[in-house]
Structure formats: structure tokens, C-alpha cells
């Protein structure tokens, strides 16, 4: 009986394992694929002037975060999947400083904007920002 549980409970493990994979490669893809590549430089080149530059950038970047806070409303903790940095925290933080650089009202983002806070506290994301970088090249 005892092997029966602890197999019944390495299954149960298993699988949320699966689902917590998925939902970290889910909430990657919607910036790495869905929002970030179509406000690549070479793609605005094609748009037309700034204006419309910023307008085509900040309408896929609020639909792509719309969909994001939509995702992690019932998995995030102090990180997108609980209180766990994964590759979706990764993918999301760069993001944002696209959704600045386009004026995008981050208001309608609470929990994003708590996780990115969350994530900012972190070393890592302190030593690997943009002014942190050029100061170690001392650019």
C-alpha cells in the first residue's frame, strides 16, 4: 500500500511539474514570440513615421501584456509561477523597459508591476540593467 501512495504522489508531482513547464514556456512565448519580435527596430522601419512607430509598438505591447496578466492572475506569487524566478520572469522584465521607451499605461498592470518590482530587488536584475552594464564598460 505504501509503494501505491508514493507512486499515486510521484505522479501528482509529475504532473504539476508538466503544467508549471507549460505555463512558464506559455508566458514566455507571449513576449519572446508574440510581442517583443514586432517591435524589433527593422520591423518599425517598415511602419512609417514615429508617430506611427509608437502607436504600432504600444498597441501589440498592450495587447501582448494584457494577455500576460490574464495568465499569471491565478499562478503568480512574488514572481510570475509563485514565489519561484523561472524564464518567464526573464522574458517579462526587458519587456517593460519597451513598454516605457512607447509610453504604454502600465496602470492596467497591477500584478505585473508587482513581479517586476520583485524582480528589480533581486541582484541579478539590479547588476544586469542597461546603466549597470555601461558602467562595468564604462561606456
Not at 519580435?37 to 501589440?60: S, T
Not at 505591447?61 to 519561484?84: N, P, R, S, Y
Not at 526587458?94 to 499605461?105: E, I, T, W, Y
Request: proline share 2%.
Amino acid at each position: 500500500m505504501f509503494v501505491m501512495v508514493m507512486m499515486v504522489s510521484f505522479a501528482s508531482v509529475m504532473s504539476l511539474l508538466r503544467l508549471t513547464y507549460c505555463q512558464v514556456r506559455a508566458l514566455s512565448n507571449v513576449v519572446a514570440s508574440s510581442t517583443q519580435p514586432i517591435q524589433n527596430l527593422r520591423v518599425l522601419q517598415h511602419i512609417g513615421d514615429k508617430q506611427q512607430q509608437q502607436e504600432w509598438a504600444r498597441k501589440w505591447i498592450t495587447d501582448g501584456l494584457t494577455g500576460f496578466e490574464k495568465m499569471v492572475a491565478d499562478v503568480a506569487g512574488k514572481h510570475c509561477i509563485g514565489d519561484t524566478l523561472t524564464m518567464a520572469d526573464l522574458c517579462l522584465v526587458p519587456q517593460l523597459l519597451n513598454a516605457k521607451r512607447f509610453g504604454v499605461d502600465m496602470t492596467a498592470f497591477p500584478i505585473i508591476n508587482r513581479i517586476a518590482e520583485n524582480c528589480r530587488q533581486l541582484e541579478a536584475f539590479k547588476a544586469g540593467t542597461l546603466t549597470s552594464s555601461l558602467t562595468v564598460l564604462r561606456i
